[in-house]
């Protein structure tokens, strides 16, 4: 069974940088079938897609956050990160990482993280 | 890129079938699979529909998907409405490399 797990500080200041790692274990992240995704939701909101990742370092960005924004890979630790530069109050919200299961006509996510809570403030 | 709409909130009793819509503004709703997910408050989302029909193992065939080309609309129907099945309720789709969330419908099972 696939297990994702989110990792990093909850409380974040202003103007600084927030990372989080995502830690994969029950199934190896260096796979050519899957991507792997950050996903975050303000409180009481819907899902907002952040960026993701293959597995051979290829990312792609949410257009919204692309110039604040680097996802990264390390195969060898089995595990993908976030870092958002810059952030303000905008960016408290719940992180979630996930497995993408990717097709000719679509993609998935068939496993999340159970999401960690980031506030940015003072 | 399309945008995706949801009702805001639905309610219906238990043992009853309740129906979410989801509906695709632009392009065919048929061109890129549509998944759904269901979040339990407090907890994160898990998949109950995916590639517009289809069901994870363990979701119960209470679940179903499908899509309609006349309403450009793609649904998700519970039947046999358990209380355990109040949750917020989200479909998605993917296109040229971005992910499309609806807004989330809110299903209260009273």
């Known amino acids: 069974q696939v297990q994702l797990q989110e990792s990093g500080p909850g409380l974040v200041k202003p103007s600084q940088t927030l990372s989080l790692t995502c830690n994969v274990s029950?199934?190896?992240?260096?796979?050519?079938?899957?991507?792997w995704i950050w996903i975050r939701q303000h409180p009481g909101k819907g899902l907002e897609w952040i960026g993701y990742i293959y597995y051979g370092g290829s990312t792609y960005y949410n257009p919204s956050l692309r110039s604040r924004l680097t996802v990264s890979i390390d195969t060898s630790k089995n595990q993908f990160s976030l870092n958002l530069s810059s952030v303000t109050a905008a960016d408290t919200a719940v992180y979630y990482c996930?497995?993408?299961?990717?097709?000719?006509?679509?993609?998935?996510?068939?496993?999340w993280g159970q999401g960690t809570l980031v506030t940015v403030s003072s | 890129n399309f945008l995706l709409t949801q009702p805001h909130s639905v309610s219906e009793s238990p043992g009853k079938t309740v129906t979410i819509s989801c509906t695709r503004n632009?392009?065919?709703?048929?061109?890129?699979?549509v998944q759904w997910y269901q979040q339990r408050p407090g907890s994160s989302p898990t998949t109950v529909i995916y590639e517009d029909n289809l069901r994870p193992s363990g979701v119960p065939d209470r679940f179903s998907g499908s899509i309609d080309s006349s309403s450009n609309s793609a649904s998700l129907t519970i039947s046999g409405l358990k209380t355990e099945d109040e949750a917020d309720y989200y479909c998605?789709?993917?296109?040229?490399?971005?992910?499309?969330f609806g807004g989330g419908t809110k299903l209260t099972v009273l």
């Open positions: 029950g199934g190896s992240i260096n796979t050519d079938v899957y991507f």
């Open positions: 998605q789709s993917f296109h040229i490399n971005n992910f499309i």
């Open positions: 996930a497995r993408v299961r990717v097709s000719d006509y679509g993609a998935y996510l068939d496993y």
């Open positions: 632009s392009g065919s709703i048929a061109s890129n699979y």
